[in-house]
């Protein structure tokens, strides 16, 4: 078992309610969409077959990550960095609900495995990222607001370790873009959608 420190099981405790509240609001979206508006979706999804294919995330991701790491040395990176990971639990819950409404408990299914393909892997480099900014952003501010002295070395290994796991997660989006379709078919097959 992980045994984890006070620290880490904030981060996580943080990083889950961000989720959560996107979660909540997808919730809430869905909920108060109107028939024909959810007709609509879910035709585009069936004609479309969105829920067949894996987007080429590798540009998206690697946009969204350097942004955020870039802000955070501006003190910014956390507010937009939380409003990520509140988009990406809206984006992950809603798909699930509109997955479920069209397939039933079979879509419930495949969307955990479509998911845990295209989502699983970027949801561990957000959570580790995060973390570094958190890392970032509190030496800063113990340089600007405490006039403590500032930590170089730290910021520089974690900004490091920022754009290694970008790249990291770039080579991964567009790997799994390249090679899932056949993966995907095979879940589909065993869903039986």
């Not at 809430?28 to 028939?35: A, C, E, T, V």
């Not at 295209?118 to 973390?131: A, D, Q, R, V």
């Not at 974690?158 to 770039?170: G, M």
């Amino acid at each position: 078992m992980i045994k984890l420190n006070k620290k880490s099981r904030k981060i996580i405790r943080l990083f889950i309610i961000c989720f959560l509240i996107g979660s909540l609001v997808a919730f809430i979206f869905y909920s108060n969409l109107n028939k024909d508006d959810l007709n609509n979706i879910i035709n585009n999804i069936k004609e479309n077959n969105i829920l067949f294919n894996i987007e080429n995330n590798s540009i998206n991701h690697l946009k969204i990550l350097s942004v955020s790491v870039l802000f955070s040395l501006i003190f910014i990176g956390l507010p937009i960095f939380t409003g990520i990971l509140i988009g990406e639990g809206f984006n992950i819950f809603l798909k699930v609900l509109l997955i479920h409404k069209i397939y039933k408990f079979k879509g419930i299914i495949y969307v955990v495995l479509y998911l845990m393909i295209n989502y699983g892997f970027y949801i561990f480099i957000l959570f580790i990222i995060f973390k570094k900014i958190l890392n970032i952003i509190k030496n800063l501010y113990k340089y600007k607001i405490k006039k403590e002295t500032i930590n170089y070395n730290s910021i520089y290994n974690n900004l490091v370790k920022c754009i290694i796991l970008i790249i990291i997660n770039f080579i991964f989006d567009y790997i799994l873009f390249l090679y899932s379709f056949n993966l995907l078919a095979i879940f589909k097959q065993i869903c039986k959608i």
